[in-house]
């Protein structure tokens, strides 16, 4: 049962007033890590534009006093169709932000997917904030270090095991480059005055433990990393030469349900399949990876026709609204993903404004289908959706 709306200044009436307070709070070069995506952004744009291109269908007559948001992902029930996604260093929104969202997940009946580029480790955020969490895994140039990845979340008890492909190379993240931003984020002339008014973030990330990439770092300190660039330290790192083999490998290794995320067509999504994925997640990487690629709702439907009767189908990527959930859920996913809204709200009020932003969602999602006249979210279908006009869809 999702709690009540979080203690902020006024209750966020939807996810842009979180995103407003984030960017109020955060310094602008920690904001633009959250929200900038790649080159141009034209990815990033498209997932928007994706959803205006479908309108939803009133439905009257029916009784939908009762409406069910519940549904099963992975071979568990679950309160409502939503999963926060996996997005690196939450400790830079706020600090140890993982164990904050671990948390309202948790209290929310939801899944969370925790990072492998955490800011907390993986030991910790079970420890901390234990529930029925997912990890999720890049593979690494050294195998070792994956399969070690591997098994920790296994001895932690992580439950789902998301294997991100899209990532051989990092995508050119314009915003960050021009804010000189760093990991761990760091004053300098440049930046000070901007930094200097945000006091009540400042004050958080200097009392926390240093923001790093904690899952790799070794924790006895023989690494001493001085602030640096993201993209040429997770280049360093990921291996542009990971093929279907190394799932397969994977697949040997996790006994648990397995989900490939970064899936963008058709024959990608088969070979997922045919390599040992329990799930496939519709997703560009929020566009943060390659620019002038498709929005996710754009191919979401011939994902789940070519896989939908085999594995699930999850989807990723520009949800702003209940609404969107609607859309994505009546063009075959069996649940969404979320990463830039919850992270507003982490930034804008830690725990409580992650809570806030899964009770906005769900709130829309739940109103949405009332007024749509669907009592249950497998209600959703293609008859709920007809194209939209293209002045709105523009």
């Keep these: 049962m999702v709690g009540g709306p979080a203690k902020l200044e006024r209750m966020a009436l939807n996810i842009d007033d979180l995103r407003l307070r984030a960017r109020r709070r955060l310094p602008r070069a920690v904001f633009d890590f959250i929200d900038g995506a790649a080159e141009d952004e034209v990815t990033l744009r498209r997932n928007r534009a994706a959803f205006g291109r479908h309108a939803l269908v009133p439905r009257v007559g029916i009784d939908v006093s009762s409406v069910d948001l519940a549904t099963s992902v992975l071979g568990e029930r679950l309160p409502a169709p939503l999963v926060l996604a996996p997005t690196g260093l939450c400790g830079m929104a706020t600090s140890r932000g993982e164990i904050a969202t671990a948390r309202a997940a948790t209290d929310a009946g939801i899944r969370w997917a925790a990072s492998c580029l955490s800011s907390v480790t993986l030991e910790e955020i079970a420890s901390e904030a234990p529930g029925e969490h997912w990890f999720q895994l890049y593979v690494w140039k050294d195998r070792g270090v994956t399969q070690k990845l591997i098994e920790r979340a296994a001895a932690s008890g992580y439950r789902v095991l998301v294997v991100t492909l899209d990532v051989p190379v990092l995508g050119q993240r314009e915003r960050d480059v021009r804010s000189g931003a760093t990991i761990p984020p760091r004053v300098t002339l440049r930046n000070a005055?901007?930094?200097?008014?945000?006091?009540?973030?400042?004050?958080?990330?200097?009392?926390?433990?240093?923001?790093?990439?904690?899952?790799?770092?070794?924790?006895?300190?023989?690494?001493s990393l001085k602030p640096f660039a993201l993209s040429p330290f997770v280049n360093s790192l990921f291996d542009p030469a990971v093929t279907w083999k190394d799932l397969e490998w994977i697949r040997r290794l996790w006994k648990g349900p397995l989900a490939v995320k970064g899936v963008m067509s058709a024959q990608d999504a088969r070979l997922s399949v045919e390599h040992g994925a329990d799930a496939v997640i519709v997703s560009n990487h929020g566009g943060r990876q390659l620019d002038d690629a498709p929005g996710s709702l754009e191919v979401l439907p011939e994902i789940a026709e070519a896989i939908g009767s085999r594995v699930e189908v999850l989807f990723d990527g520009g949800i702003r609204r209940g609404a969107d959930m609607a859309k994505a859920l009546a063009l075959g996913a069996r649940a969404c993903m979320i990463g830039r809204p919850y992270l507003y709200g982490l930034a804008a009020a830690g725990q409580a404004g992650v809570a806030d932003a899964i009770r906005i969602l769900l709130g829309e999602l739940r109103r949405a289908m009332a007024l749509m006249g669907c009592k249950r979210v497998?209600?959703?279908?293609?008859?709920?959706?007809?194209?939209a006009s293209a002045s709105d869809s523009s």
């Design 378 to 387: 497998a209600d959703l279908g293609r008859a709920c959706l007809r194209p």
């Design 193 to 223: 005055i901007d930094t200097l008014r945000c006091p009540r973030w400042l004050w958080t990330i200097w009392r926390g433990p240093r923001v790093t990439f904690a899952n790799v770092t070794p924790a006895d300190g023989s690494v």
